[in-house]
């Protein structure tokens, strides 16, 4: 079994910055892909990047202004959000899988779930 716990949600202003992390702990060799999903209220959730096999992939609407990281080291993976929008506003998840796969634009095979952090970006 695995736990994902965030941290490093918070109140910021449009424009601003944030940086999300996630400890990951348990059974953790086999996670090869980890990421960040998020969700608006009243919405569904969503993939926002997701980092597997050393590559990472970013929605069109976070590209440029987010950044996944990963360190197997710490168990850790990270999420840098720079000139943060209102629409960024959500409870953001940290997720784990051993195979995750994108088709559709979705992400499949994401297996453990943490229990999220919550950003607000403000106006």
């Known amino acids: 079994q695995v736990q994902l716990v965030e941290s490093g949600g918070g109140l910021v202003q449009a424009g601003g910055s944030l940086r999300l992390s996630c400890t990951a702990s348990g059974s953790t060799l086999n996670i090869n892909g980890m990421g960040w999903f998020r969700q608006a209220p009243g919405k569904q959730r969503e993939w926002v990047a997701v980092i597997s096999g050393g590559s990472a992939n970013y929605r069109d609407s976070v590209k440029g202004r987010f950044t996944i990281s990963r360190d197997d080291a710490k168990n850790t993976v990270s999420l840098q959000m720079t000139s943060l929008k209102l629409e960024d506003t959500g409870v953001y998840f940290c997720?784990?899988?051993?195979?995750?796969?994108?088709?559709?634009?979705?992400?499949?095979?994401?297996?453990?779930w943490g229990n999220g952090t919550l950003v607000t970006v403000s106006s």
């Open positions: 997720a784990g899988g051993r195979n995750p796969a994108y088709a559709l634009g979705r992400y499949y095979g994401m297996e453990y």
